[in-house]
């Protein structure tokens, strides 16, 4: 099992960036598929970000060319650059790690984009 704290998240004005920071209780690149959700008020927690146990990377349109996955093995840290963020990427995210079909969140970090 795995314990997860996310870190990072604030106010931002549109056209800022953030990185948002995991950190795990252990070993997970490479062990752990990891991934960034986020869940908008009234909306359904959906994928921004992910790196699969064989470092491949995935985004999803929304927010490709302006997130960043990337990881720390030494720190078991796993982080999610954001830039040029507008108001539809206010949400809470969530760190997630996956291993042979089992989920592990951390309780998430805020992001409010506003000016």
């Known amino acids: 099992q795995v314990q997860l704290v996310e870190s990072g998240g604030g106010l931002v004005q549109p056209g800022g960036s953030l990185r948002l920071s995991c950190l795990a209780s252990t070993d997970i690149l490479g062990i752990y598929a990891m991934a960034w959700y986020r869940q908008a008020p009234g909306k359904q927690r959906e994928l921004v970000a992910r790196v699969g146990r064989d470092y491949i990377v995935y985004y999803p349109d929304s927010v490709k060319g302006r997130f960043a996955i990337s990881g720390d093995s030494t720190k078991n840290e796993v982080y999610l650059k954001m830039i040029d963020l507008t108001v539809d990427d206010t949400a809470v995210y969530y760190c997630?790690?996956?291993?042979?079909?089992?989920?592990?969140w951390g309780q998430g970090t805020q992001v409010t984009v506003s000016s």
């Open positions: 997630n790690a996956n291993k042979m079909g089992t989920d592990y």
